[in-house]
Nanobody, 124 residues
Framework: QVQLVESGGGLVQAGGSLRLSCVVSGRTFSTHAMGWFRQAPGKERDFVGTINWNGAITDYADSVKGRFTVSRDHAKNTVYLQMNSLKPEDTAVYYC?????????????????WGQGTQVTVSS
């Protein structure tokens, strides 16, 4: 059983930074591509960023490119989302997700494991 637990969300002013963490249980973490998605109230869950199994390849939504960075630490079974220059439109619940393949994906339906989400609120 693979479980994902996010943390690090909170309230921050526009222009500030937050780092989200996602701890993954299970020995399969090192072989999984991981992704971050977000869902604002009344909207669909959208792709934010993804990282391949060894951290060498990443991909980002245009809305966050240059501001957000996905990374992973295999020793800690953790994937991170560093968010800089935050904007009020970044306000959402952020979800960590995993897929049992080395290859990254932007598509929500291609992720098999999901965390419970962590709230990020950016005030103007």
């Amino acid at each position: 059983q693979v479980q994902l637990v996010e943390s690090g969300g909170g309230l921050v002013q526009a222009g500030g930074s937050l780092r989200l963490s996602c701890v993954v249980s299970g020995r399969t973490f090192s072989t999984h591509a991981m992704g971050w998605f977000r869902q604002a109230p009344g909207k669909e869950r959208d792709f934010v960023g993804t990282i391949n199994w060894n951290g060498a390849i990443t991909d980002y939504a245009d809305s966050v490119k240059g501001r957000f960075t996905v990374s992973r630490d295999h020793a800690k079974n953790t994937v991170y989302l560093q968010m800089n220059s935050l904007k009020p439109e970044d306000t959402a619940v952020y979800y960590c997700a995993g897929r049992p393949t080395h290859i990254i994906s932007r598509f929500l339906h291609e992720y098999y494991y999901w965390g419970q989400g962590t709230q990020v609120t950016v005030s103007s």
